[in-house]
């Protein structure tokens, strides 16, 4: 557990934000349930009011009846604990790799974070035995393949349900432990599901909630690093600083594209009025039109943030059990459309960012347009005939760029009709999310090439004269950053090590944007 409790948040407690979610599964033990009699009365209503009514009247999808389509099936009262184990069981399908520790911890954090609105039905006992899970950092192996994003992630959030009853594997310390074993090491007994709680903690958007969020941060910084990668590139191509000045953005005001522009040119340290005179009047569309392709993503940011966290923040399984209203609502808040609508979006800017630092990559190892540098970047002081410097480097750029860029059809339209037919329309969210997740990853090798190559070029103009230090002083600290462990490429090596390294750093926010 973190020993940073203060900065932890009580789930039940108040709505939950992107950033919190995302604080808290990059730790163990992340987030913890809050302890309070209030609450606990609170949840602890609406389980008695699914007693009442399964007492009374009856008559509940998923408690009385069977599932999907089957739903006319009728079950007998002493069959109504046995059910949601049942459920668990033959949705223990998914195939593909297990989602990594970080997501899967975003996992349980929301899906408890949905349950803990109180509209379930389920008991505080089964919210505990989450936070047991959370706190003591005990992660079930989730599948990431098997879900359609309606009746919600059923599939994969059948692992989770599947491990708090001991039948599961989990990663417990490093070591994939039977959830079983482990609980009984812990002196925790498995839980016994009451009547609904399976079906409360599979059906709903838990998990492309979770990958969303993580999605939404990586996407977030990623832009801001591509709007400081931009003004490194223009400086070495010697480019027009007034392609970024604030009154030109003001003759077409989108928010968004004015704050990529004023990013770009606060890194480069831009006047904002004063007479230029160009080596070229018009820099190329990737470096001119950087504002127009970045700015987009800053202008749907509120949007994606506002689905993804109306989302975690709400109940979203069926039936929903309201104690207040003492109503039992059969509906359909399971289905992920909006985040597979942010999703879908989302990687089609992502995308469209790592072509623009392709495109830019490519201008910077070609004589044509790089404005007197040394082809591809070679800084070899001799052999020039047989040193390639780059070349290759920005061929797997292009090839990381062109796949971001086909991963961008949109999922939602491949809605299939499953299950008899029930599900005849589903989000496919989760597989819009996981698209988005592979999008980031492509676009952050393209940034790292980007990034490696804008050094070596401004490196390149020093050396030669051809920039004074104190015109990089806008970008000094992202270009000492990437000096710190990369070396100066003068005779040709492999890069690739270098581009994991960078990759690694992009990943963890090291670079200044």
Request: net charge negative; aromatic share 8%.
């Amino acid at each position: 557990m973190s020993e940073n409790t203060a900065a932890i948040p009580e789930i039940g407690r108040e709505d939950l934000t992107i950033e919190a979610v995302y604080a808290a599964s990059e730790q163990p033990g992340g987030a913890r349930l809050w302890a309070s009699k209030e609450f606990e009365a609170r949840i602890e209503a609406g389980a008695a009011f699914l007693d009442k009514t399964l007492a009374e009247t009856g008559g509940i999808y998923g408690v009385t009846t069977g599932y999907g389509d089957s739903c006319t099936e009728t079950v007998p009262p002493d069959r109504y604990c046995e059910l949601p184990v049942n459920l668990t069981r033959y949705h223990g399908c998914g195939l593909g790799d297990f989602f990594d520790e970080k997501t899967t911890r975003a996992i349980m954090i929301v899906r408890l974070n949905t349950l803990a609105r109180g509209y379930s039905g389920v008991s505080v006992d089964l919210l505990k035995q989450i936070g047991f899970f959370i706190e003591n950092d005990i992660l079930p192996l989730i599948p990431q393949e098997g879900s359609v994003g309606a009746s919600g992630d059923l599939t994969p959030l059948s692992y989770l349900a599947g491990a708090l009853i001991g039948e599961r594997d989990v990663l417990y310390r490093g070591s994939v432990r039977p959830s079983k074993e482990l609980l009984a090491e812990l002196g925790r007994p498995p839980y016994r599901f009451r009547p609904k709680e399976a079906i409360a903690i599979m059906n709903g958007t838990a998990v492309m909630n979770a990958v969303a969020v993580r999605a939404f941060v990586r996407a977030d910084y990623l832009a801001d690093l591509a709007c400081r990668i931009t003004a490194m590139n223009s400086l070495a191509l010697r480019g027009n600083a007034y392609h970024f000045y604030k009154r030109l953005f003001d003759l077409k005001p989108h928010p968004g594209q004015s704050a990529a522009a004023e990013k770009i040119a606060g890194a480069l340290g831009a006047e904002k009025t004063g007479k230029v005179i160009p080596a070229r009047i018009q820099d190329l569309y990737s470096i001119r039109c950087a504002p127009h392709v970045l700015g987009v993503y800053y202008d749907a940011r509120d949007l994606f943030r506002r689905l993804i966290e109306t989302e975690m923040n709400s109940a979203n399984d069926n039936p929903l059990i309201d104690p207040e209203t003492e109503s039992v609502f059969h509906g359909g808040h399971f289905y992920g459309g909006h985040i597979c609508f942010a999703m879908d979006s989302l990687k089609n800017i992502v995308a469209n960012i790592a072509d623009l630092l392709d495109r830019q990559l490519a201008l910077l190892v070609d004589v044509k347009f790089n404005r007197g540098l040394p082809s591809n970047l070679s800084g070899s002081k001799n052999s020039l005939s047989y040193n390639h410097g780059y070349k290759a480097v920005q061929i797997a750029a292009s090839a990381w760029a062109a796949e971001a860029l086909k991963n961008t059809l949109p999922a939602s339209v491949f809605s299939r009709s499953t299950e008899c037919h029930n599900q005849d329309k589903v989000s496919m969210g989760t597989i819009a999310a996981r698209d988005c997740i592979r999008v980031l990853e492509l676009t952050a090798q393209t940034a790292a090439a980007s990034l490696l190559a804008s050094a070596q070029a401004l490196r390149l103009r020093l050396d030669r004269g051809e920039t004074a230090s104190a015109a990089l002083a806008g970008v000094e600290q992202t270009y000492r950053q990437i000096f710190s462990y990369y070396a100066f490429l003068e005779d040709d090596r492999p890069l690739d090590a270098d581009l994991r390294k960078t990759v690694e750093l992009i990943g963890q926010g090291f670079f200044a944007v």
